[in-house]
C-alpha cells in the first residue's frame, strides 16, 4: 500500500500545475468484506495573488491580424477518391470564420453583453487544388470589412505536406457575418445586433469593403425576394422508370435531424449546413455522370433562416446544366420543427468536375427545366471569364 500511495503521490506532482500547492489523505477502506482498497483526497489551495491572474481577461488582438486553424487530415475526412471531401473543408473554412467573427465583435464587452455571430452568406468559393490524407490543412482567417450590422471575414486555405515540405493554396473564401444577442431563445426575435467598426483600414481598403457590400447586399436583397420553385420529387416512381440522362433521373433528397453536436447555442452552424449541402449535390452529380466528381466551385450561398437543435433539415438537388467535363447541381434546404412551419432555409449552385469520360448531355424535357439550363449556361461563361482573368 505504501507503494500505491508513492505512486500517486507521484504522478500528481508531475501533473498539478506549480501555482497551487496540495495536501493529500489517505486512509484503507473495507467494503462488504473486500479487499481493502485506498482512497485518496487531495486539498488545494491557490497561492495569494496566483488565481486572480489566471482569470483575467487577456488583450485581444487586431481583428486584422488572422487567426490559424491547423490540423491533420485523416481518412474520416475523404471522399471516395481519398482526398478530402469538399463539405469538410467548407466545415472548416466556416470554424474558421467564425471564431475571428467572434471575437472581433466580443472584444470590448463584458460577458453580460456577449453574442453570438451567424453565418448571412458565403460568396463565391473555388476549390484551386484537392487536399489530402495526411497533409495538414491550415485556415487563415480575418476580419476585413464591417458595415454597423454586418462583417466580412476572408479565409484562405493551404494544405501542407510536412514531409516534402511542399505546400499549397487550396481555397480562398469570403464569408459574411452578423451577430445576435447569445441568450435568445426564440427565433422569431434574433434581431442582429451592432457590430463594432474594424479600425485600421486605409481609405481606398474602406471604399473597397464598401463596394463589395453594397453587391452582396443587393445580391442577397434580390435572392430574398424571389420565390425559389424546386422540381417536385418523384415518389412515385423508381429510378427504372425514370428516362436516363433526365432531370429527375439525377434528383437527390436527403433529410436530416439536427443535434447537438451540429450547434452552437442551439443553432446549426453555417459549416455544418454547407456540408450537407455538398452532400446532396454530389449524389445528383453522381447520379448523372455515372462516375465519381470534385466539387470545383460553389456560388454565393444565401442564409434566410435560422435553424435550431431538434429540427428537420429537408435536402432537395437536381441538376440544371451541363457542360463536356462539368455538371452544375441547385440544392435548396428547408427545415421544419414541432412548433415552426416549413420554410426555406438556403439555396446554392455546386459545380463538380467528372473524373471519368465526358459527361451525357442534360436532357431537358419541361419550359422550366430549359429557362434552368439557359441560366446555367450564363453562370458557367461567367465562372469561366473570372477564372481567365485572374490567370492573366
Not at 422569431?188 to 453594397?214: C, D, F, H, I, W
Amino acid at each position: 500500500m505504501n507503494a500505491v500511495k508513492d505512486v500517486v503521490r507521484y504522478a500528481i506532482s508531475r501533473t498539478v500545475s506549480t501555482q497551487c500547492k496540495m495536501s493529500m489523505g489517505f486512509h484503507l477502506r473495507k467494503q462488504n468484506g473486500d479487499r481493502p482498497f485506498a482512497q485518496f483526497s487531495i486539498h488545494r489551495r491557490w497561492i495569494h495573488g496566483s488565481s486572480s491572474r489566471l482569470f483575467q481577461r487577456q488583450p485581444a488582438l487586431p481583428s486584422t491580424v488572422p487567426i490559424e486553424l491547423s490540423r491533420v487530415m485523416v481518412p474520416d475526412d475523404t471522399n471516395p477518391l481519398g482526398n478530402v471531401h469538399g463539405g469538410t473543408t467548407l466545415k472548416m473554412i466556416e470554424q474558421a470564420g467564425n471564431i475571428v467573427a467572434t471575437r472581433h465583435c466580443n472584444k470590448e464587452k463584458g460577458s453580460g453583453n456577449a453574442v453570438l455571430t451567424v453565418l448571412a452568406r458565403a460568396d463565391h468559393i473555388d476549390f484551386l487544388q484537392p487536399m489530402y490524407v495526411g497533409e495538414i490543412s491550415q485556415l487563415q482567417a480575418a476580419v476585413t470589412y464591417t458595415s454597423p450590422r454586418s462583417m466580412e471575414v476572408t479565409v484562405d486555405v493551404w494544405a501542407e505536406n510536412v514531409l516534402s515540405g511542399i505546400r499549397r493554396h487550396t481555397n480562398t473564401a469570403t464569408l459574411w457575418y452578423v451577430a445576435v444577442p447569445h441568450d435568445v431563445e426564440d427565433a422569431a426575435k434574433l434581431n442582429s445586433v451592432p457590430v463594432p467598426p474594424l479600425k485600421g483600414l486605409t481609405a481606398e481598403e474602406q471604399k473597397s469593403g464598401q463596394e463589395r457590400y453594397m453587391k452582396q447586399k443587393t445580391e442577397r436583397l434580390a435572392f430574398s425576394m424571389m420565390k425559389k420553385s424546386a422540381i417536385n420529387v418523384c415518389n412515385n416512381c423508381s429510378q427504372s422508370t425514370v428516362e436516363e440522362c433526365t432531370v429527375a433521373a439525377s434528383q437527390s433528397a436527403l433529410a436530416n435531424i439536427v443535434h447537438p453536436s451540429d450547434c452552437i447555442d442551439n443553432y446549426v452552424v453555417g459549416g455544418t449546413l454547407m456540408k450537407m449541402m455538398d452532400n446532396t449535390a454530389g449524389i445528383s452529380a453522381i447520379r448523372h455522370c455515372k462516375t465519381l466528381t470534385l466539387t470545383a466551385c460553389i456560388d454565393a450561398i444565401n442564409f434566410l433562416e435560422p435553424v435550431r437543435n431538434g429540427e428537420v433539415m429537408l435536402f432537395t438537388s437536381w441538376p440544371t446544366f451541363t457542360s463536356n467535363r462539368s455538371i452544375e447541381v441547385e440544392v435548396t434546404c428547408e427545415a421544419e420543427g414541432l412548433h415552426a412551419k416549413r420554410r426555406q432555409v438556403a439555396n446554392a449552385f455546386f459545380t463538380f468536375v467528372t473524373l471519368g469520360d465526358l459527361v451525357v448531355p442534360l436532357r431537358l424535357r419541361t419550359a422550366d427545366e430549359e429557362r434552368r439550363f439557359k441560366e446555367g449556361l450564363e453562370r458557367y461563361i461567367a465562372r469561366k471569364e473570372q477564372r481567365q482573368k485572374l490567370h492573366v
